[in-house]
């Protein structure tokens, strides 16, 4: 069973940048992926990035590409996003996720969620 916790939301300027940890245990990622998902009020919500543990090999929604970094560190299981250049439709509760396919909206194990929010 795998615990996954999110943290590092907050305010922030459009333009300014922020980012978000999330960390995970319980169980292996090692044959998984793992993800950040965004819901905005009133939205859907909606695939952002995704990394794989093993490897490496990252994902990314259009709307983040060059923008938005996903990381991980296997020592410390922990997952990051860097988020860059954020714009006030950034503004959701984000969600880290696992194990997950990349761009589909499913998982078995979510995080509490954390707010971001752009606005000037």
């Known amino acids: 069973q795998l615990q996954v916790v999110e943290s590092g939301g907050g305010s922030v300027l459009p333009g300014g940048s922020l980012r978000l940890s999330c960390e995970v245990s319980g169980s292996s990622l090692d044959y998984y992926a793992i993800g950040w998902f965004r819901q905005a009020p009133g939205k859907e919500r909606e695939f952002v990035a995704a990394?794989?543990?093993?490897?490496?090999?990252?994902y990314y929604a259009d709307s983040v590409k060059g923008r938005f970094t996903i990381s991980r560190d296997v020592l410390k299981n922990t997952m990051y996003l860097q988020m860059n250049s954020l714009k006030p439709e950034d503004t959701a509760v984000y969600y880290c996720?696992?194990?997950?396919?990349?761009?589909?909206?499913?998982?078995?194990?979510w995080g509490q969620g954390t707010q971001v929010t752009v606005s000037s």
């Open positions: 996720a696992a194990p997950i396919t990349p761009w589909v909206v499913a998982a078995e194990y």
């Open positions: 990394i794989r543990w093993s490897g490496g090999f990252s």
